[in-house]
C-alpha cells in the first residue's frame, strides 16, 4: 500500500461498478445501526433518489457497553441486501468483529442474488487485530475499510493497513475517524482531517473520513464550534476520497448514535456542500 519502496503497484480498484482511488470521491451515507426494516427502507430510497449508490449500514456494532444494543446481525441482513438490490446500491460498508461475520454476509448475499457488494470495514477497536486482518487480507473478495485505531500513533495504524496487503488483499480505503484525547475537547473526537493529505503522501490508499464520529454531534453550538458539516468540508478541501456519515430518518429513535446522526431530509444539502468543497480541492 506504498509502505514498501519497491512496490510501485497503484491501490486504485474498482468493486461492483464503483471506482475507488486517491482521485475519487465516494459518499457513504447511512444507518450507523441497521434498527428496523423501514428506516433501511427509508435511507434508501432517499440514496437512490439523490443518485446515490453507496451507503452505510451497521449489522455488528461493538459497543462500550454489553447492555446496549450490539446491532441485528445476520438477521437483518437478508432485508438490508434486497433492499440496496432494490434501490440500485452497489456497495455498502458494514463493520465486521469476527471472522464468522465475513462468512455470514456471503451466505446473505448469495441466497439474494448477489447484486450489492459489501466493503469490509473493520472499526477502531479492531485496528489492531491482527489475527482477524489476516484473516481479512486473506480473502480477495471484499474491499476493507481500515478505521485508525484511537489511541495509537497514524504509523501503527498504517502498519495494519499492511496487514491486509501482506496477505493479498490490496483493496484498502484508510478511514480517519477523529483521535481520543485526555483534553476537554468540544467534539466526541479530536478532528483529524488534516492527516487526510498525510495519509495519502505516505501510501497509496484512498482516504476516507467520517466526519459523525470525529465530531460526534449534528448540530453546531451556539459557540459556533466545528459541526458535521463544516468538518466534511474540510476533510474534502483536504483531499478526502470517501465519506463515511451518519443519517437517519428519526434520530431521535436511532439505537445506535442518534444525536450524531443527520436528518434525510438534510441529505440533498448535504451532497451540494460536498460537491462545493471538491470544487475547492
Ligand atoms: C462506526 O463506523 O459505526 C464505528 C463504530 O466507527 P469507529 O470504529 O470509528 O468507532
Do not use: W
Not at 5 to 30: C, E, M
Not at 143 to 168: C, H, M, W
Request: charged residues 20%; aromatic residues 8%; hydrophobic residues 40%.
Amino acid at each position: 500500500l506504498g509502505r514498501h519502496k519497491n512496490d510501485h503497484r497503484p491501490t486504485h480498484f474498482d468493486y461492483n461498478g464503483v471506482r475507488f482511488g486517491q482521485d475519487t470521491l465516494n459518499v457513504f451515507a447511512g444507518l450507523c445501526a441497521v434498527d428496523t426494516l423501514e428506516h433501511v427502507e427509508l435511507m434508501m430510497q432517499a440514496l437512490r433518489d439523490n443518485g446515490q449508490v453507496c451507503t452505510r449500514m451497521g449489522a455488528y456494532k461493538p459497543r462500550t457497553s454489553p447492555y446496549s444494543f450490539q446491532g441485528h446481525g445476520k438477521a437483518c441482513l437478508p432485508y438490508v441486501f434486497e433492499l440496496a438490490g432494490k434501490y440500485g446500491i452497489k456497495v455498502i460498508a458494514m463493520e465486521i468483529t469476527h471472522e464468522s461475520h465475513v462468512e455470514e454476509i456471503c451466505e446473505a448475499l448469495y441466497r439474494t442474488g448477489n447484486s450489492t457488494g459489501v466493503m469490509l470495514q473493520i472499526g477502531t477497536r479492531n485496528t489492531q487485530n491482527f489475527e482477524l486482518l489476516k484473516i481479512v487480507g486473506r480473502q480477495q473478495d471484499f474491499p476493507v475499510l481500515l478505521k485508525r485505531g484511537f489511541g495509537i500513533t497514524l504509523d501503527e495504524s498504517l502498519n495494519a493497513a499492511e496487514y491486509l496487503a501482506s496477505e493479498g488483499n490490496r483493496k484498502v480505503v484508510f478511514g480517519l475517524r477523529g483521535m481520543k484525547t485526555n483534553m476537554a475537547d468540544p467534539h466526541r473526537n479530536f478532528v483529524d482531517f488534516a492527516h487526510v493529505p498525510v495519509v495519502k503522501r505516505l501510501t497509496r490508499m484512498p482516504v476516507c473520513i467520517d466526519p459523525s464520529h470525529s465530531v460526534g454531534m449534528r448540530a453546531a453550538s451556539p459557540e459556533g464550534i466545528l459541526d458535521i458539516v463544516n468538518a466534511t468540508a474540510q476533510g474534502v478541501i483536504a483531499g478526502a476520497n470517501m465519506i463515511l456519515v451518519d443519517f437517519h430518518p428519526v434520530p431521535g429513535k436511532a439505537l445506535v448514535d442518534g444525536p450524531q446522526a443527520l436528518l434525510i431530509r438534510e441529505l440533498p444539502l448535504f451532497l451540494e456542500d460536498v460537491r462545493i468543497a471538491r470544487e475547492s480541492y
